[in-house]
């Protein structure tokens, strides 16, 4: 593919780096105008942020089809955990809420396991009926995810203020060993739980024909360096407007919190859709609870790891409302996700969960 043709397709790019140009050259100036202009200009970056994510989910996509599940679910899951990882730590480098990493880690848990899962799973059952998959999985992702979240959001309202440094580096070691032991599992002996035999005439549609494969893999492996470049530095500017835009409004922090979960969140809600209106629900499964327990176990020890580098530590604690509302979740994904098939009822169930979730935000809560 020619120059001129790889610029045309990767016009978002193209797109964002000419956004990224103009906010630099125009920060100081916006910043002046008040609190108004500075919100739009953050909205207009979101939406920038929220397209080159797209491009770099749609390349994730298509090395997850030449590499096949588990390692594709991986893949998409790993590229949305890289943005959220590095619009967090941006945004913590600036003016932000010590409550920031909780308050995402928590909004990008409602927003998978409640949102996409839920929605994916209502809808899908409204044109399929109950929808088969791997129930090995759906265990298996929510003890992990029950595990990483006790340990790194639940068990800290405990731990003495003068010791945080101690349980910080304990959760870094703990999170690790989990993932690493979870990796073992998902691409080795027990990559079947992750699995799902579909009958031969589904088979044809599993998303090759759309996405198609003629890109090369070191094409899609730049783009995605260069997507990931890209949004870190849009981000760095969004943090700076939405800080300013905010300031003295009285918005929850939970709403700052909630655009970072959806930035990094937006490409898998597509993907797990698409999957589901397939009738493939294991690749909803595994995107949904696998970008829910990437989010915890690999956040939490890169920003466990900013906060002892920097000595300034994080409130990783949920309030009250955060953990009942992730105990309801955990404890409803565990009963619907554990006979092997999906319908619009258990969809339903969870996406009046994620409905209580924005409700809560909105009150700020």
């Known amino acids: 593919m020619g120059i001129v043709s790889r610029l045309k397709t990767e016009r978002y790019l193209v797109i964002a780096l000419v956004v990224g140009v103009i906010a630099y050259l125009s920060e100081h100036?916006?910043?002046?105008?008040?609190?108004?202009?500075?919100?739009?200009?953050?909205?207009?970056?979101?939406?920038?942020i929220v397209l080159v994510s797209m491009r770099v989910a749609h390349h994730a996509e298509i090395l997850a089809i030449k590499v096949g599940d588990p390692y594709g679910t991986m893949i998409l899951t790993l590229s949305a955990v890289a943005v959220e990882v590095i619009i967090l730590a941006i945004m913590m480098a600036g003016e932000s809420s010590p409550t920031l990493v909780r308050d995402t880690i928590y909004s990008a848990l409602m927003l998978d396991i409640n949102g996409i899962l839920g929605l994916a799973a209502l809808l899908g059952g409204l044109k399929h009926g109950e929808q088969p998959y791997n129930d090995n999985s759906g265990k298996t992702y929510g003890v992990m995810i029950l595990t990483a979240i006790g340990i790194s959001m639940i068990v800290p309202e405990f731990v003495p203020a003068d010791k945080w440094h101690y349980y910080s580096a304990f959760t870094i070691v703990a999170m690790i060993a989990l993932y690493g032991l979870f990796l073992r599992m998902q691409v080795g002996q027990h990559s079947y739980f992750f699995s799902y035999s579909y009958p031969r005439q589904e088979r044809k549609h599993d998303g090759t024909e759309e996405h198609g494969t003629?890109?090369?893999?070191?094409?899609?492996?730049?783009?995605?360096?260069?997507?990931?470049?890209?949004?870190?530095?849009?981000?760095?500017?969004?943090?700076?407007?939405?800080?300013?835009?905010?300031?003295?409004?009285?918005?929850?922090?939970?709403?700052?919190?909630l655009v970072v979960a959806t930035i990094s969140a937006a490409p898998e809600i597509l993907t797990a859709l698409r999957a589901a209106l397939k009738n493939r629900m294991q690749a909803t499964v595994n995107i949904a609870m696998g970008a829910s327990l990437s989010t915890v176990i690999l956040t939490v020890p890169v920003m466990e790891g900013i906060a002892l580098y920097t000595g300034q530590p994080f409130i990783m604690a949920m309030t009250p409302v955060q953990t009942v509302m992730v105990t309801i979740t955990l404890i409803a994904a565990a009963i619907n996700l554990n006979d092997g098939e999906t319908n619009a009822i258990e969809g339903m169930t969870h996406f009046i969960l994620f409905a209580t979730f924005l409700m809560l935000a909105g009150l700020g809560l």
């Open 29 to 48: 100036s916006i910043m002046e105008m008040g609190q108004a202009a500075p919100l739009v200009a953050a909205a207009a970056l979101v939406a920038t």
């Open 214 to 257: 003629d890109e090369s893999t070191a094409a899609s492996i730049a783009t995605i360096l260069v997507g990931v470049v890209i949004i870190g530095a849009l981000a760095e500017f969004m943090s700076a407007f939405m800080t300013t835009g905010l300031k003295g409004t009285g918005a929850p922090i939970g709403i700052t919190a």
